[in-house]
């Protein structure tokens, strides 16, 4: 997935009006305001009752669903091998927004301060916030993609992480 892929998903969701804000790696290359690695897939997070909008739009671009994990996330690719891991949000009137998990009793919170933007080749793009990705990237082993993203973080905004 590269910076133009992004960029052009990130166009056809704008046209369809859904919203959306990028996690995972690309994410952390968006807070950074540079590429720092290669990445297979784009996270995106959307709203919940946007979902039928995307879906839509990113079927007329060329993407089919190859994975339903919902309500926690599905996946929708193309045949260049473009790879899409979508997170449905329910958000609250303060702003703050959950995504169910595997765990019905522990769903994925985010607060509305994690709402921001970054940048990837200089356009702004909406994504969460370096507090958001450290707190995402706990409870596990990390993998060295992992690693380096924290790293990143770290480098760029001075924060902690655990790994």
């Known amino acids: 997935m590269t910076a133009a892929d992004v960029l052009s998903v990130l166009a056809v969701l704008r046209r369809a009006e859904a919203d959306v804000w990028i996690g995972g790696g690309w994410g952390v290359d968006a807070l950074v305001g540079e590429q720092t690695r290669p990445h297979r897939d784009l996270d995106l997070m959307h709203r919940a009752e946007q979902e039928p909008a995307v879906v839509a739009a990113l079927a007329a671009a060329g993407f089919a669903?190859?994975?339903?994990?919902?309500?926690?996330?599905?996946?929708?690719?193309?045949?260049?091998?473009?790879?899409?891991?979508?997170?449905?949000?329910?958000?609250?009137?303060?702003?703050?927004?959950v995504q169910a998990s595997p765990d019905p009793e522990r769903p994925f919170r985010y607060p509305a301060s994690c709402f921001t933007?970054?940048?990837?080749?200089?356009?702004?793009?909406?994504?969460?916030?370096?507090?958001?990705?450290?707190?995402?990237?706990?409870?596990?082993?990390?993998?060295?993609h992992d690693l380096h993203d924290m790293a990143q973080l770290r480098r760029v905004f001075g924060i902690t992480t655990h790994f």
């Open 117 to 144: 933007t970054g940048t990837i080749r200089g356009t702004t793009v909406p994504c969460l916030s370096a507090e958001q990705q450290v707190h995402f990237h706990q409870g596990y082993e990390p993998a060295g």
């Open 65 to 97: 669903e190859t994975l339903d994990w919902r309500p926690v996330r599905f996946v929708m690719a193309e045949p260049r091998g473009r790879e899409l891991d979508l997170h449905p949000l329910v958000f609250a009137a303060d702003g703050s927004a």
